[in-house]
């Protein structure tokens, strides 16, 4: 039942997939930028937000809407420790992540893409909307996965 959104955005999970498997494993501890997050806590981040964003996929495609909590993401990056994990587990991690993210967007049909969905405190928007906002977050911090290390 692949509606436009779903073809897109399992594309994009692609493309990601193909970048991630790119990245040297060595690079996993650096931070991005001076003060910044490694390179491990960016991609833990990314699975935070692949947590959070699969119950509301899930919950609004099946409900009709969702209204829920955003996440402290500083706390949630610590509160795994990731880290102190191996980048082939994190990098692991993420594709499984994103490989049941894939199969969960492909099954929720077009009518229920306007589904109403608000998290925290922000204006409402629709389920389409957050389902490709989450590819726009993904290579937004896969840049700075990606991102040259400073004095190169």
């Not at 493309?15 to 806590?41: A, F």
């Not at 893409?113 to 590819?135: F, H």
Request: net charge negative.
């Amino acid at each position: 039942m692949s509606t436009r959104v779903a073809k897109a955005f399992c594309e994009d999970i692609r493309q990601l997939r193909d970048m991630l498997d790119e990245v040297e494993s060595e690079l996993g501890n650096v931070p991005w930028r001076e003060g910044g997050w490694t390179r491990k806590q960016i991609l833990g981040h990314l699975l935070d937000s692949s947590a959070n964003n699969r119950q509301r996929f899930a919950r609004a495609s099946i409900d009709g809407s969702w209204s829920g909590p955003g996440y402290a993401q500083d706390a949630w990056v610590a509160a795994h420790g990731y880290a102190h994990l191996s980048w082939k587990t994190l990098v692991e991690w993420w594709k499984v992540e994103h490989d049941i993210l894939m199969a969960l967007v492909d099954r929720i049909p077009e009518a229920r893409m306007t589904a109403m969905c608000t998290v925290g405190q922000d204006s409402p928007v629709t389920l389409r909307y957050l389902i490709e906002d989450y590819t726009r977050h993904q290579f937004h911090h896969f840049n700075q996965i990606n991102a040259p290390l400073s004095g190169t």
